[in-house]
């Protein structure tokens, strides 16, 4: 995400909300690395549940549809006591995948993975239906699985975890965010999607524009657009290692 303030008043006011997007920033950085930690230890727990590790490791179709019932009882559990997972897959090394819910839409690869042991990877934002038939944001994590011993040799990876996160949580902490005088709030997506807007002026940002703005080699940007000069404030939000 890429955190755009505008700010169209005078010079005593840009220089009060540039001050003040720096505190939103960091505000909304915190609450994303907070929520990042917590899907942390929710996918090492997972990933490294026994049950996992039985199921990925079955030699046989039986051995795997028993394991998967214990798989399914742990998916229950994280459905029930977490909130904002819409789903959660495992994926085997032959790319046969068990799954909570299976959002079909949702591309599931292994890209990014292969240097990535240990760590929680961001795979960025899409989009999924839920079985009420609405649209939905949400991140996308990975990790990689590595067996534990029991089967394939200490170390070696045996699959990996993926989730979806829902992504409301932002919008949810950008409504609380302090109002400012004559200043949109744009949160936008590394492949420049706009994908959530705080804005009382109506103003609006083609791609076109966003290239542009960050394109300009200066703080805070001076940019015009249908006319009228706007100030933009750029501040990069990261989830984990990685910008969104």
Same mark, same amino acid.
């Given at each position: ?177 302090? /109002?400012?005088?004559?200043? /949109? ?23 076109? /524009? ?6 300009? /080699? ?27």
């Amino acid at each position: 995400l890429i955190f755009i303030f505008y700010i169209q008043s005078k010079n005593i006011v840009i220089d009060q909300n540039i001050e003040h997007s720096t505190e939103i920033s960091s505000v909304l950085q915190q609450n994303i690395s907070e929520r990042y930690k917590d899907i942390s230890n929710l996918m090492l727990y997972t990933g490294y549940h026994g049950s996992i590790s039985d199921f990925l490791n079955a030699d046989t179709n039986l051995e795997r549809y028993h394991a998967s019932q214990d798989v399914a009882d742990l998916f229950q559990l994280i459905d029930n006591t977490q909130t904002g997972i819409y789903d959660l897959y495992i994926t085997d090394n032959r790319g046969r995948v068990f799954y909570q819910y299976g959002y079909t839409n949702v591309k599931l690869h292994s890209s990014g993975l292969e240097n990535n042991n240990g760590q929680i990877y961001y795979d960025g934002l899409t989009k999924i239906t839920t079985s009420t038939n609405t649209s939905v944001k949400v991140f996308v994590f990975r990790m990689n699985i590595s067996s534990v011993g029991s089967g394939a040799p200490i170390g070696e990876k045996i699959g990996y975890l993926t989730v979806l996160l829902d992504a409301n949580f932002i919008n949810l902490t950008v409504k609380k965010l302090p /109002d400012l005088s004559k200043t /949109d709030i744009f949160l936008i997506e590394r492949d420049n999607n706009i994908f959530t807007r705080l804005s009382s002026s109506g103003l609006t940002l083609s791609e076109k /524009d966003i290239k542009a703005i960050e394109n300009i /080699d200066e703080s805070p940007v001076l940019y015009t657009i249908k006319g009228n000069k706007y100030l933009f404030s750029l501040r990069p939000i990261q989830i984990g290692r990685a910008h969104v």
